[in-house]
């Protein structure tokens, strides 16, 4: 956190926002044969202000192979609500697309080309609990003191496949393989769901950053299923404020 204390003071004497870039790899390998399935690139640009690091654009791609081919692409754009983005995410070799956008303060629009049926568009109703994609990353470090208190956080999660949103809760995880700083897990509240869906693992770093996530990923094995797979990040660049409030 020292490292970052010049240019906070700088912010706070100043009342100006500076630019700032926020950069980090991630490794997916699979949870079962630790087999390394691809590789994540991740730029997030924003602002420093007098309350951290604000980010704005997310930029994601996805590689894989001894050529490093990129295959898939994803990007978002944060705006005023950083736990709800907009999303553009291209997967090629299924023919797949999504995207995520906000027509108004109440309603959110999905369109989701499949990779083996027509296009399909949703329109969904939400309120301030939702959650959206990427925006996990976001809401953890938004309630980063009750993240470290060990308290638990209700929230509501979109999957924008379903055209729907469920009821979560983050909250410590208990048991964790996972060698970070901070341990937390999200799972659904709801019984059924949770017969369903596996908790979500993520490990965070002292300074809030991201250095562990094991579940299902938004990257398809085929046409039918998304790989469950445990990635780990390394940050290459902190922008020059806190991540965390």
Known sequence: MIR?????????TT?????????????AQSID??????EERHQVTGNCSETGFEPR????????????????????????????????FSQ???????????????????DWQTPVESPRRFRVSYDNRLVVDAGFDQFVRANWQDVTAGKSIPFRFLAPTRGDHYGFVLEPAPNTMIDADVAVQIRPTSLVLRFLVDPIILGYNQNGALTHYQGLTNIRANRETNYTALLRYRITQYPGCDLTL
């Open 4 to 12: 970052w204390a010049v240019g906070a003071m700088c912010i706070l």
């Open 15 to 27: 009342g100006l926002a500076a630019a700032a870039t926020f950069e980090f790899v991630g490794t």
């Open 33 to 38: 044969s630790q087999k390394e399935l691809y």
């Open 57 to 88: 654009e997310h930029s994601v791609t996805y590689h894989k192979g001894s050529d490093d081919r990129r295959f898939a692409f994803k990007t978002l754009q944060y705006g005023e609500h950083p736990s709800r983005p907009r999303v553009d």
């Open 92 to 110: 090629p070799d299924f023919g797949e697309s999504l995207e995520i956008s906000y027509p108004d303060s109440t309603q959110l629009i999905v």
